[in-house]
């Protein structure tokens, strides 16, 4: 009963009594090597479209995190500018505090030695507390406009990143796209190529799989040289070798 | 003036204000309160000093600029039409007249030690003069009025 290999080895026979015929067996390993170049083209382009795509997923969700990190960047902008106003209306209040302990210490002036004094001192006190404080108020808003200098930095680094996110998904898709077609050439390549040589995908790899072992059956023969006795090993591969030979020569298909 | 008679002069109250670099002291008597530049209203045809006239405490007070430079200084009109370069206006009353004095810098109020001449004071190392309002005033007086 043929089983679901028969097909391939069927057509693998074949090929050899052809060549055997024909051809030479150089063309055979060139038709594999051809087809094993065409398995690996067409395996590399399937992965390059699927890289593409992963690509371009991907700089689909870095574009959602600039996104949301701009938007973070321009509620921190937003808060910046309130706490200016904040700081804007502090200082003026320091100033206010200010010229309320001058006028202070020139009422205490006024009232004299003995009573203005009191007033003097708390204008003196206020006044230095004032003072620090229109310089703490000042440092702050000094250290506010310089992050606001460092956001608006950020601001522009960002959009960068979302121009530079847009090419690079851009390219992704060119990629997807030219790897489609070349999928496709490569297709057409392989219906050709079958059309040629009348040979296909499978039969290369078994002739491949085939060669290889003839290979190493030659090799392990090789080491049997001068080791064992010369009937001995005749008698031991006449069994396999003889419908092997008998279908080299086209006699018959050997048994499944 | 030797130190015993210094000992024995009393303190001067009053206010100390820096004015293009120099120290100057106006007493208490004169100076009346130190308050944020108020809105002015411009006089047309003004000399320099005369800043303008603005509302304060309820009456309309003249407010001078005690840098704007005297006649011999002047070069240009242009060039000296000057911004306040202070946030503080010093009311003063002198001769019953108040007005406003703005572009000063007040440094100090209180009382301060005299110095060795008279109208004096000292503020630390430096000493300043007391500032002359009645020249002042004469001088937004006779300036040239363009009316």
Redesign the interface.
Known sequence: MAGPNDKPKRRLFRLLRRRKAGATGRTVVEEGALWGSHQRATSAVRDTGDAAQRIASHVAKQRAVVDALADRARGVSARSADLANGFSRLTETFARLELIALNAGLEGARLGEGPGQALGLVSDELRAQATRGTEACRELGTALGEIGSELAQVHSSLDRAREASTEVAQEAARIGGASADAERALADMAERLENTTGSDPETARAIAEATEHARSLVTALGALNGRAPQALVVTALRPVLEPLLRLLDGEEEPET | MSSGELATK??A???VFRVGGELWFLP??I??????IPEMARVPGGPLELRGVALVDGDMIPVVDALAPGPEERAEPEAVLLEPRR??MLVCAVLGETLGLVGID?V????FEPGELAGEVKLGDETARTFDVAALIARVREGRWAV
């Open positions: 009393p303190a109250g009053g206010v208490a008597s100076a009346m309160k130190v308050m944020p946030q503080a007040v100090a109020t209180g009382r």
